[in-house]
């Protein structure tokens, strides 16, 4: 039997908690903390589906530790950067290297990365629905935009 793989959708989730200390990019630490039960992908059984995979009541948070950046060439008020960390995903930490890109301002920072991940690599199974039959791709884009200053 093939297995059809579901269409492309988007999930969103307001981001739980999200932190960064330090006085300049050489010495940036942060860390972003997203609850799995808050993301929603405009359909609610798909949503339910969703969080049933991640054990959202068992392992409800998603975190990334910042631990510090390697930043490229400024491009006007844009710096391209790799944010280099340990994400936490369904109680697996992995080693990262996110792309992305950052524009600093008084007070805080606009912060933008977006990568791939597998999800088998959180122990994450994908979803399937009649016996198999139709799947979702394990191989996931996150992208994240935060804007810090002043609340």
Same mark, same amino acid.
């Given at each position: 039997?093939?297995?059809?793989? !579901? /269409?492309?959708?988007?999930?969103?989730?307001? !981001? +739980?908690?999200?932190?960064?200390?330090?006085?300049?990019?050489? /010495?940036?630490?942060?860390? !972003? $903390?997203? #609850?799995?039960? $808050?993301?929603?992908?405009?359909?609610?059984? #798909? &949503? +339910?589906?969703? #969080? /049933?995979?991640?054990?959202? &009541?068992?392992?409800?948070?998603?975190?990334? $530790?910042?631990?510090?950046?390697?930043?490229?060439p400024a491009h006007g008020d844009t710096i391209p950067l790799v944010y280099q960390g340990h994400l936490t995903i369904h109680g697996v930490t992995r080693t990262v290297r996110v792309p992305g890109w950052v524009i600093l301002r008084q007070p805080g920072a606009v912060v933008h990365a977006s990568f791939p991940i597998d999800m088998r690599e959180y122990q994450v199974d994908p979803p399937t629905r009649f016996l198999g039959a139709i799947r979702v791709d394990p191989v996931t884009q996150i992208t994240l935009h935060l804007e810090f200053g002043q609340p």
């Open positions: 039997m093939k297995a059809t793989k !579901v /269409n492309d959708f988007t999930g969103r989730v307001v !981001v +739980t908690s999200a932190t960064f200390a330090g006085t300049d990019l050489s /010495n940036v630490t942060g860390r !972003v $903390e997203i #609850r799995v039960a $808050e993301m929603r992908t405009g359909v609610g059984l #798909r &949503d +339910t589906h969703l #969080r /049933n995979a991640m054990q959202a &009541d068992r392992l409800p948070l998603m975190t990334f $530790e910042l631990v510090g950046v390697d930043p490229g």
